[in-house]
Nanobody, 124 residues
Framework: QVQLVESGGGLVQPGGSLRLSCEVSGGNARDYAVGWFRQFPGKEREAVLCYSSTRTSAYVEDSIEGRFAISGDYTRSTIFLQMYNLEAGDTATYSC?????????????????WGQGTQVIVSS
């Protein structure tokens, strides 16, 4: 299994932006689909976006309304979640996860490796 480390979370004002990073180690990032998930307090984890070498997939399009974008830099073995125009409702713990292969999935159970999570707080 690969290891994942997230960074980039923090406190941001409504309307602000953040870029979360997920660094993949212990394997070739190209060989994995990497998903970004978020978990609201008291709620189940939900898939947001997924990135692989052949595709990207979105799972909560209504709530992110084109404000979020996922990208990857395989030279840095890092997958990014860029978030714009953040809202209070985006406050959550964001985690990245990896599964072998290039097929994305919106199910947390499909992913084998998880990062520790990074907190995003949107508040004035």
């Amino acid at each position: 299994q690969v290891q994942l480390v997230e960074s980039g979370g923090g406190l941001v004002q409504p309307g602000g932006s953040l870029r979360l990073s997920c660094e993949v180690s212990g394997g070739n990032a190209r060989d994995y689909a990497v998903g970004w998930f978020r978990q609201f307090p008291g709620k189940e984890r939900e898939a947001v976006l997924c990135y692989s070498s052949t595709r990207t997939s979105a799972y909560v399009e209504d709530s992110i309304e084109g404000r979020f974008a996922i990208s990857g830099d395989y030279t840095r073995s890092t997958i990014f979640l860029q978030m714009y125009n953040l809202e209070a409702g985006d406050t959550a713990t964001y985690s990245c996860a990896a599964k072998p292969g290039t097929a994305c999935s919106g199910f947390a159970s499909a992913y084998e490796s998880w990062g520790q999570g990074t907190q995003v707080i949107v508040s004035s």
